[in-house]
Nanobody, 115 residues
Framework: QVQLVESGGGLVQPGGSLRLSCVAS????????MSWYRQAPGKQRELVAQ???????RYGDSVEGRFTISRDNAQNTVYLQMDSLKPEDTAVYYC?????????WGQGTQVTVSS
C-alpha cells in the first residue's frame, strides 16, 4: 500500500506563502489522483485541491486563485503552493492518494496563519 509523508507546514503571517509537499512510496504514483484536504478544529475535513492522473485540477471555492496543486511523477511528490494566506486557512492539511485499488492518507501537517 502506498504511504504518504507530508511536510512544509508551519506558522506564517497573513498574506504570506507556504509550500506543502507530499512524498509517496511505491512505483505507481502516476496512476493516483492526488488531493489535499484540510481540517480545522471543530470543522469537517474539506477538499482543498485535487490533481488527477490525467492532469485535471479541482479547487475548493475558498482557495481558488490562491492555491496551486502540482505534481512531479518522477519524484513521487505532490505539492500545494499556498499564497495570500488568511487566518481561516489555519488547519491540519492532509495528503490523499487514490486509484482503483486503494485510498491512502498521510499523517497531516499543521498550517497556522497568524500575526
Amino acid at each position: 500500500q502506498v504511504q504518504l509523508v507530508e511536510s512544509g507546514g508551519g506558522l506564517v503571517q497573513p498574506g504570506g506563502s507556504l509550500r506543502l509537499s507530499c512524498v509517496a512510496s511505491g512505483s505507481s504514483f502516476s496512476t493516483y489522483t492526488m488531493s489535499w484536504y484540510r481540517q480545522a478544529p471543530g470543522k469537517q475535513r474539506e477538499l482543498v485541491a485535487q490533481l488527477g492522473s490525467t492532469g485535471y485540477t479541482r479547487y475548493g471555492d475558498s482557495v481558488e486563485g490562491r492555491f496551486t496543486i502540482s505534481r512531479d511523477n518522477a519524484q513521487n511528490t505532490v505539492y500545494l503552493q499556498m499564497d495570500s494566506l488568511k487566518p481561516e486557512d489555519t488547519a491540519v492539511y492532509y495528503c490523499d492518494a487514490y486509484n482503483a485499488y486503494e485510498d491512502a492518507w498521510g499523517q497531516g501537517t499543521q498550517v497556522t496563519v497568524s500575526s
